[in-house]
């Protein structure tokens, strides 16, 4: 089964959106492995982002995802890095689909609310990045075979 990293980022925890995006994620079936409420140190913002470092909103990302506490998450499911990005919506909210977290919740690229890993690279990078084994729970629920058949 497939693991992938959510973060809610700062603006979802300000606006009281941690309840509502979860919601959406649980309702879903997914199963959560991991989840930590954290403030980023910068040079962990740097590191998780540092495909995006020299370009010009760069500064400005590390300032955002650094302003206050985020929910780090690890969640599995059945093709889940694709479906929690078709789930999440385009990276700019102006272009992301009703019914997606950003298309539903958010206006600018700059305050999209939600992180999740864009490939299975990404996502055994992040996952290391910001957990140990010991914080990933493997365990079965016996809903499960409801889920998956
Ligand atoms: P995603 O978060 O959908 O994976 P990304 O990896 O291309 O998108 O970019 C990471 C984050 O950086 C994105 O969520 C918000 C910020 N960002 C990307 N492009 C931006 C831009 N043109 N202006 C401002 N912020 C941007
Ligand atoms: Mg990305």
Redesign the pocket.
Same mark, same amino acid.
């Given at each position: 089964m497939e693991r992938t990293f959510v973060m809610l980022?700062p603006d979802a925890v300000q606006r009281g959106l941690i309840g509502e995006i979860l919601a959406r994620i649980e309702a879903k079936g997914f199963k959560p492995v991991a989840m930590k409420f954290m403030r980023i140190p910068k040079e962990l913002a740097e590191r998780h982002?540092g495909? $995006?470092k020299g370009?010009?909103?760069f500064p400005?990302?590390i300032e955002y995802m650094t302003s206050g506490p985020v929910l780090v998450m690890v969640w599995e499911g059945e093709n889940i890095i694709a479906a929690m990005?078709t789930m999440?919506g385009?990276?700019?909210p102006q272009n992301a689909a009703v019914g997606t977290i950003r298309g539903d919740f958010a206006q600018?690229?700059?305050r999209?609310l939600? $992180?999740?890993s864009?490939g299975p690279e990404s996502a055994r990078r992040e996952i290391e990045l910001f957990f140990n084994d010991y914080e990933l729970q493997n365990w079965s629920r016996s809903l499960d075979p409801w889920y998956i058949e």
């Amino acid at each position: 089964m497939e693991r992938t990293f959510v973060m809610l980022k700062p603006d979802a925890v300000q606006r009281g959106l941690i309840g509502e995006i979860l919601a959406r994620i649980e309702a879903k079936g997914f199963k959560p492995v991991a989840m930590k409420f954290m403030r980023i140190p910068k040079e962990l913002a740097e590191r998780h982002y540092g495909e $995006h470092k020299g370009k010009p909103f760069f500064p400005g990302l590390i300032e955002y995802m650094t302003s206050g506490p985020v929910l780090v998450m690890v969640w599995e499911g059945e093709n889940i890095i694709a479906a929690m990005r078709t789930m999440m919506g385009a990276t700019n909210p102006q272009n992301a689909a009703v019914g997606t977290i950003r298309g539903d919740f958010a206006q600018q690229t700059g305050r999209n609310l939600i $992180h999740g890993s864009d490939g299975p690279e990404s996502a055994r990078r992040e996952i290391e990045l910001f957990f140990n084994d010991y914080e990933l729970q493997n365990w079965s629920r016996s809903l499960d075979p409801w889920y998956i058949e």
